[in-house]
């Protein structure tokens, strides 16, 4: 019996990682704003996205991918709001998106005419910050009725993100949630993090987050008009 | 929770190299686990089990090395010849 050992090295979401890297690149290319939404189950992704497709539609061509594990609810919920809704074949069960999945739902929109994509990802705060989608950057969405400590209990996920939004503060009269401790919290794992207060039920501090995604945009809101209409 | 997913991944790797450099037996896969990897090591463990059990796996034992950090590598593959010692 001859044993050997051979070397290899290799990191395990390597594959992941080179076909996030080529997400990033083709939005990159085209200027579009890619935001990979995180939360746990409930936090209000779906809601918030309802209200930014209503208020920003006419404004900005934003898309989404959607990743639900059970059903067609959050679907069904936001193509009120938009055409360019992709859902994600996410088998039950899963725990998150890959970039394999984001590839694969780039492929049904048109990149062209696009100047935000969301990625709404499986609820849950432990699994999807493991997964890099090629997005422009991650955000927590973090509601008021979770917990303070949702930043030290899941510090990967804040670790990732770029910003997070603290969403349900209409309900802040009647639970006991300080929301600076919170952000405090969130600072503690990852200083570079940004903040929004909102309702997504009220609309509260949603303007906020609107003038975000305005600013954001790197494709010229100006031409979107051309976009299709070209010969 | 997606151990699953990491495990299968580790195997297609280590069935990469397998294919691509003719490799027969693997006897045992080398693994660092970053302790901030968000993988839970005896889960990760205990799925590998359940698919090392497949020629060119067969029996195949997962050497799992803790590191600090957030590293998840496939470190080395052991494989035997299985041809007569000297």
């Known amino acids: ?231 | 929770m997606h151990e699953l997913s990491v495990a299968l991944e580790v195997c297609r790797i280590a069935e990469d190299y397998v294919g691509r450099e003719a490799l027969p037996r693997v006897r045992e896969i080398g693994l660092a686990v970053g302790r901030h990897s968000g993988v839970e090591a005896g889960s990760l463990l205990f799925c590998l089990e359940s698919l090392l059990t497949q020629p060119p796996f067969t029996s195949a034992r997962t050497h799992m090395e803790r590191t600090a950090g957030d590293e998840l590598r496939v470190l080395y593959l052991e494989v035997d010849d299985e041809r007569p010692a000297h």
């Not at chain 1, 973090?142 to 930043?151: A, I, Y």
């Not at chain 1, 993090?193 to 039920?201: D, G, H, I, N, V």
């Open chain 1, 1 to 231: 019996m001859s044993v050997r050992r051979i070397e290899v090295r290799e990191r395990v979401m390597e594959r992941n990682d080179a076909m996030a890297r080529d997400v990033r690149a083709r939005l990159a290319g085209r200027g579009i704003f890619a935001l990979n939404l995180v939360s746990s189950p409930g936090s209000g992704k779906t809601l918030l996205l309802e209200r930014t497709l209503r208020d920003l539609g006419d404004e900005l061509h934003m898309a989404v991918v959607t990743g639900d594990v059970q059903t067609q609810n959050d679907a069904d919920r936001l193509t009120r709001w938009t055409n360019d809704l992709v859902q994600a074949v996410v088998t039950g069960g899963a725990c998150h998106l890959d970039a394999r999945q984001v590839t694969d739902a780039l492929g049904a929109l048109d990149l062209d005419a696009l100047q935000v994509l969301f990625i709404e990802n499986v609820g849950n705060l432990v699994c999807p910050a493991s997964w890099d989608l090629g997005e422009t950057a991650k955000v927590v969405v973090f509601s008021v009725t979770e917990g303070e400590d949702k930043p030290l209990k899941y510090p990967k996920a804040f670790q990732r993100a770029g910003y997070v939004v603290i969403n349900k503060t209409d309900l802040l009269p009647y639970v006991p949630f300080d929301v600076e401790k919170a952000k405090a919290l969130a600072l503690s794992v990852n200083p570079e993090l940004r903040f929004f207060e909102t309702s997504a039920l009220t609309g509260a501090g949603l303007e906020g987050w609107y003038d975000f995604l305005r600013r954001s945009v790197r494709r010229p809101v100006a031409s979107m008009a051309q976009v299709g209409t070209a010969p």
